[in-house]
């Protein structure tokens, strides 16, 4: 029996639809709370959502893709580091001026640091030592996990919003969006670098030690910075508001997120457009899962949060490929 033309022509349409993305929508979850997410991190396997709009932590297992636990009690939950080997994760409370200190056997809260000011960002620096910067004053702070002591602080300059860390020079790079700057910073809290950019608002922030470059979220673009130099070496055009940046580094996938769109870009050693594409969503934040490889994208919809997985379609191409369109069009 012959396939009536109007439906040979719709069937033909979504299949174009289909192949045109290489990412592929594979689940959505309900998570409880108004939405409102803030920095998403990985500890044992599972991801941490710090649900700002809840204040908790939310702890998602991809592979049963559910909520397998919340870290409630906090005020305003804002800033996570992980230390995966010692078994703790960090969470940074700005509304009760602490460090929550939680298991990852169990994920309960097990010890509190207060802190002399507001921990907007965190950062482990690998051993004993967590970087923690408060937006507010301006300050970044070293903390002396095995004290519990802040032990140093630094005048940045500006407003910080992430940090990010060299392991193999042993440097801290900073955002600031009020002046539009990259800095440096050495284990002794000396600023040794300051890169003014030409762009402004600068938000999100990525190292790439393969190919040794910053990746930074400006008001209407993402720019590739030598963190030599500063010198700009590459811009792609994104959506304004772009905010939060995740690497993949098996593909060197780089994934942007703003409120309206998620942007897929080539980072192999020269930052490139791949695609973008409008999710089900409000979302402000994205994580890259590499051993279930799934795009995960925390947000809300109609008043209700919602985490939307999506999955790469060419497991080892770059986007904006034509692989795999035959598992698309199913």
């Known amino acids: 029996m012959p396939v009536p033309r109007f439906l040979l022509s719709a069937l033909l349409c979504c299949a174009s639809l289909a192949s045109s993305s290489d990412l592929r929508q594979v689940g959505m979850v309900n998570l409880p709370g108004s939405p409102g997410f803030a920095q998403l991190a990985f500890a044992n396997g599972m991801l941490l959502l710090t649900h700002t709009g809840a204040s908790t932590v939310d702890v998602f297992d991809p592979v049963r893709r559910r909520l397998v636990a919340q870290i409630t009690g906090l005020r305003s939950p804002c800033a996570v580091a992980v230390d995966d080997r010692g078994g703790r994760v960090y969470v940074g409370d700005r509304g009760s001026n602490s460090i929550a200190v939680v298991s990852t056997d169990g994920w309960k809260v097990i010890d509190s640091i207060p802190l002399p000011g ?11 030592m967590l970087y923690w910067a408060d937006a507010g004053a301006g300050t970044v702070s070293l903390l002396d996990l095995r004290t519990k002591q802040t032990t140093a602080r ?14 193999t020079r042993h440097l801290v790079f900073a955002t600031l969006q009020d002046v539009h700057q990259i800095i440096a910073i050495d284990p002794q809290l000396k600023i040794v670098s300051r890169f003014t950019l030409q762009a402004s608002q600068p938000t999100g922030l990525l190292y790439d030690p393969q190919y040794r470059e910053l990746y930074v979220a400006v008001r209407y673009a993402v720019l590739a910075i030598s963190p ?5 070496i590459d811009r792609v055009a994104a959506p304004a508001g772009v905010d939060a940046l995740w690497l993949d580094s098996g593909s060197h996938t780089l994934y942007a997120a703003s409120e309206g769109s998620l942007l897929a870009m080539h980072a192999n050693g020269r930052l490139s457009a791949g695609e973008e594409i409008t999710p089900q969503i409000k979302a402000h934040s994205v994580a890259f899962d590499p051993g279930r490889r799934l795009v995960l994208l925390p947000g809300g919809r109609e008043g209700k949060s919602k985490l939307l997985m999506l999955r790469p379609m060419t497991p080892n191409a770059p986007p904006g490929t034509a692989q795999d369109t035959e598992a698309a069009v199913r």
């Open 118 to 128: 507001s921990p907007d960002g965190l950062l482990w620096d690998g051993a004993d």
């Open 154 to 167: 630094v005048e940045v300059g500006g407003t910080l919003r992430h940090m990010v860390l060299d392991s």
């Open 228 to 232: 030599d130099t500063g010198a700009e």
